[in-house]
């Protein structure tokens, strides 16, 4: 058994900075205690990959061709990473094992990318692997993602949340404070594709196009958009920015209230100015707030359905379950 590779992925949660990552914003994502382990012993050939939550196994004859093409879908994402990787891809026969809700909005598909990427092969720095895991969704899903998820995923951090500069991509680890609890509620399915995830980052460009890059843009500026969803756009992406960094003094200074108010105030205004959320969302959203110790609670992650986060004073009585944030992916057994 000395040849088999063991590799574990967490999935994550996005406690603020939601729709920033794609033009150089700020984001604050952490790793949560679910993974998703791809292990297998070194294959000839083709990758064969069997999941526990899929019927069909993946058999994947290299190299891959167009990776958007293979069947069944679950296994797009294993070979857009092995497309990625290109000639230098280690095959492995083996299983994919997941404790992360698929189509939840806590990056199950960004975890199965970065945990396959290692186990294929892959060595290089944790931005390096988020940047091949990102073009790797790209290929396999067409949703042209930001670069969040893959790497809170490779740069996860015990017990941090990461402030991560999008536009630089350095990563500043925020210490998730033992007074508070960091509660992930389940509301409603969603999928990225066929949503209008792709069409909020045209209208992010084609803002750009105009006034210039939005993580610098001031509020006077983005005034000045005649088009009012533009505008909106806009408006969220820097009022969002300002707030991920309100949200990490917060949380630095031991200023939960505050931090509480900024997560209400980035769901309005992913509601209102980014049109993100659904009716059950803000719906989950109000009712979790309302619960006496929640300090804060907004949806996280793409939107059109996932998850609601919310920040509370400790045993506090909610709907979902605490989350804890953990190292992000590495080898466990090789
Ligand atoms: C999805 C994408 C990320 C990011 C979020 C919204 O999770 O994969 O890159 O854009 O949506 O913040």
Redesign the pocket.
């Known amino acids: 058994m000395g040849d088999v590779i063991r590799v574990r992925a967490p999935g994550r949660v996005?406690l603020i900075?939601?729709?920033?990552?794609?033009t150089g914003g700020l984001?604050l994502p952490m790793t949560i205690d679910r993974w998703t382990v791809v292990e297998g012993e070194p294959s000839d050939g083709a990758i064969e990959l069997t999941s526990e939550s899929e019927d069909q196994p993946l058999i994947l004859d290299l190299p891959v061709l167009d990776a958007a093409a293979v069947e069944p879908p679950w296994g797009r994402f294993v070979a857009g990473v092995a497309a990625e990787i290109g000639a230098d891809v280690r095959p492995i026969r083996g299983r994919v094992t997941t404790s992360i809700p698929i189509g939840a909005?806590l990056?199950s598909s960004?975890a199965l990318e970065v945990a396959a990427a290692i186990a294929l092969g892959f060595e290089g720095t944790p931005t390096a692997l988020a940047e091949l895991c990102r073009r790797a969704?790209h290929r396999a899903s067409g949703?042209p993602?930001?670069?969040?998820?893959q790497l809170c995923i490779a740069a996860g951090v015990a017990g941090h949340a990461l402030l991560i500069d999008c536009a630089t991509l350095t990563i500043d680890p925020v210490r998730v404070p033992d007074e508070v609890a960091v509660v992930v509620q389940f509301v409603e399915h969603r999928q990225?594709d066929g949503s209008e995830?792709a069409t909020r980052v045209a209208e992010c460009a084609a803002a750009e196009e105009i006034i210039g890059p939005l993580r610098m843009a001031t509020p006077d500026l983005v005034d000045k958009l005649e088009d009012p969803v533009l505008r909106r756009r806009a408006r969220h992406v820097i009022t969002e920015n300002q707030r991920v960094r309100d949200f990490a003094a917060a949380l630095r200074s031991g200023a939960y209230v505050t931090a509480g108010h900024l997560m209400l105030r980035s769901h309005a205004s992913l509601r209102d100015d980014f049109a993100t959320s659904t009716p059950t969302m803000d719906a989950a959203v109000a009712a979790m707030a309302a619960i006496p110790g929640v300090l804060g609670a907004r949806m996280t992650?793409?939107?059109f359905g996932g998850c609601v986060v919310g920040l509370m004073e400790l045993g506090t009585q909610t709907p979902g379950w605490q989350v804890r944030a953990v190292d992000g992916a590495r080898i466990t057994r090789s």
């Open positions: 996005n900075g939601d729709h920033t990552d794609y984001v909005g990056s960004a969704e949703v993602c930001g670069i969040m998820d990225l995830y992650g793409g939107g």
